[in-house]
């Protein structure tokens, strides 16, 4: 039975075995992560402040460049994408496997959302089409 995820002006269905992360109280409230139960994660995040796509892409990547070393990014062309949202793929390694993160920057009810799954190659793959139902409610 799925579960129903409302807040931040959004509804829709996910996985009941995903777990919502507990924030730190500096992270704010903006934004909610999910734990996936084979590692990785799903995470919906209101934009702060006004950068544009390329930037808050570019901050990312160098954010995850920091932590891992070095980043392949991939624009990622989807079907259903609403007009200006844009999606990259990250690839990376972390001990010796390879980590997929889908980044998609979307403009939904009036707030720019950064929405993002991140997880080894393999649970990637298999959490795909789970991301690919969640961004169709979410769309509208």
Same mark, same amino acid.
């Given at each position: 039975?799925?579960?129903?995820?409302?807040?931040?002006?959004? =509804?829709?269905?996910?996985?009941?075995?995903? =777990? $919502?992360?507990?924030? *730190?109280?500096?992270?704010?409230?903006?934004?909610?992560?999910?734990?996936?139960?084979?590692?990785?994660?799903?995470? $919906?995040?209101? *934009?702060?402040?006004?950068?544009?796509?390329?930037?808050?892409?570019?901050?990312?990547?160098? *954010?995850?460049?920091?932590?891992?070393?070095?980043?392949?990014?991939?624009?990622?062309? %989807?079907?259903?994408?609403?007009?200006?949202?844009?999606?990259?793929?990250?690839?990376?390694?972390?001990?010796?496997?390879? $980590?997929?993160?889908?980044? %998609?920057?979307?403009?939904?009810?009036?707030?720019?959302?950064? $929405?993002? %799954?991140?997880?080894?190659?393999?649970?990637?793959?298999?959490?795909?089409?789970? %991301?690919? *139902?969640?961004? =169709?409610?979410?769309?509208?």
């Amino acid at each position: 039975m799925p579960a129903t995820f409302e807040a931040l002006g959004l =509804k829709f269905l996910y996985p009941d075995n995903w =777990k $919502i992360a507990e924030r *730190a109280s500096d992270e704010g409230i903006e934004g909610t992560t999910f734990d996936l139960p084979t590692g990785g994660f799903f995470s $919906i995040e209101r *934009a702060r402040g006004l950068a544009s796509n390329d930037e808050l892409i570019e901050n990312i990547q160098a *954010a995850i460049a920091k932590e891992y070393g070095e980043v392949e990014v991939d624009p990622v062309e %989807m079907d259903d994408a609403l007009p200006g949202e844009q999606t990259v793929d990250f690839r990376f390694y972390y001990l010796d496997l390879v $980590i997929v993160s889908r980044l %998609m920057i979307a403009r939904i009810d009036d707030w720019k959302f950064v $929405i993002q %799954m991140q997880a080894e190659s393999r649970d990637f793959e298999a959490n795909e089409l789970v %991301m690919a *139902a969640i961004l =169709k409610q979410i769309r509208g």
